[in-house]
């Protein structure tokens, strides 16, 4: 096996017996260590893989992706998360999902266009959540786009999610 698998494995084991609390302080120190270059950014995988907690997912992902890079070695950490959302590796892929779309990307954004429809309804209320605490133009426009897509009964759910999220009320527009 190799190291990330161990890693992950023993994040798995230790899941049950840490609150969410602990998660997120074990979170923080592994993000201070990653950006004073005393960890390597593979430390934060067992964050964004394994746990289900939103906000730690969520906080793992963006620091995976966002930190300090070039551009090509950023272009590959978001590739990476866009595969752990097509191949279902990430444990809540609304949280990574989330992560990518508040960086407001117009590159990663174009990754996740094919992705938005693979979501579950879950998925999507985690995506509209997050989306809605920190709009930003690209996201939006991202979103609205999305609504456009979502119609007929069985998107009926993950249509009412994007909707809140951009504060469109549905009554008004059927």
């Known amino acids: 096996m190799n190291s990330i698998t161990t890693e992950l494995i023993d994040y798995l084991k230790r899941l049950p017996a840490r609150s969410a609390a602990a998660r997120r302080q074990f979170l923080e120190e592994t993000r201070s260590g990653v950006a004073l ?23 793992a992902t963006s620091a995976y992706v966002g930190v300090v890079r070039d551009a090509l070695e950023r272009n590959a950490a978001a590739h ?25 990307d117009d590159g990663i954004n174009e990754r996740l266009l094919p992705l938005r429809l693979a979501l579950s309804a879950d998925d999507v209320a985690t995506v509209c959540r997050r989306a809605a605490r920190r709009p930003c133009e690209r996201s939006r426009a991202f979103l609205h786009e999305w609504y456009e897509l979502l119609f007929g009964e069985g998107a009926a759910l993950e249509r009412g999610h994007v909707a809140a999220s951009l504060g469109i009320n549905q009554a008004q527009v059927a």
Do not use: Y
Not at 37 to 59: M, T, Y
Not at 99 to 104: F, M, S, Y
């Open 37 to 59: 270059g005393e960890r390597g950014a593979e430390s934060l995988l067992p964050f964004a893989l394994a746990d289900h907690d939103e906000d730690v997912v969520f906080a």
């Open 80 to 104: 990476d998360a866009t595969e752990w959302i097509r191949r279902g590796l990430a444990i809540n892929r609304g949280a990574v999902f989330a992560a990518l779309l508040a960086l407001g």
